[in-house]
């Protein structure tokens, strides 16, 4: 079974930095992409950021110039570094995987549980 574990995040006052990270574990034959999503209460989860296994990113137009994603292949992790953070940032996020399973080799989007992250003063 694969599972995504999510660690960082938390408190931080406007205009500050947050680094979320987000490992997969598990039975992992590939992972083709990696990315994380945010929402807030009562609102469609929204792409934040996401990376593919050649490296092609896409950005939300609200993150752009304050967010980067790293992925490290080899430890099967992807960062979310976000920097000048706004009250409108505050939501839950959530790392999302696209995964090849090693025992069906069946592909499929697995979610991690999400951590709240909260800008504000």
């Known amino acids: 079974q694969v599972q995504l574990v999510e660690s960082g995040g938390g408190l931080v006052q406007p205009g500050g930095s947050l680094r979320l990270s987000c490992e997969a574990s598990g039975k992992i034959f590939s992972i083709h992409i990696m990315g994380w999503y945010r929402q807030v209460l009562g609102t469609e989860r929204e792409l934040v950021a996401s990376i593919d296994s050649a490296g092609n990113e896409e950005l939300a137009d609200s993150v752009k110039g304050r967010v980067t994603i790293f992925r490290d292949k080899a430890k099967n992790t992807v960062l979310l570094q976000m920097d000048s953070l706004k009250p409108e940032d505050t939501a839950v996020y959530y790392c999302?995987?696209?995964?090849?399973?090693?025992?069906?080799?069946?592909?499929?989007?697995?979610w991690g549980q999400g951590t709240q992250d909260t800008v504000s003063s």
């Open positions: 999302n995987g696209g995964i090849t399973d090693h025992y069906r080799l069946a592909y499929k989007t697995y």
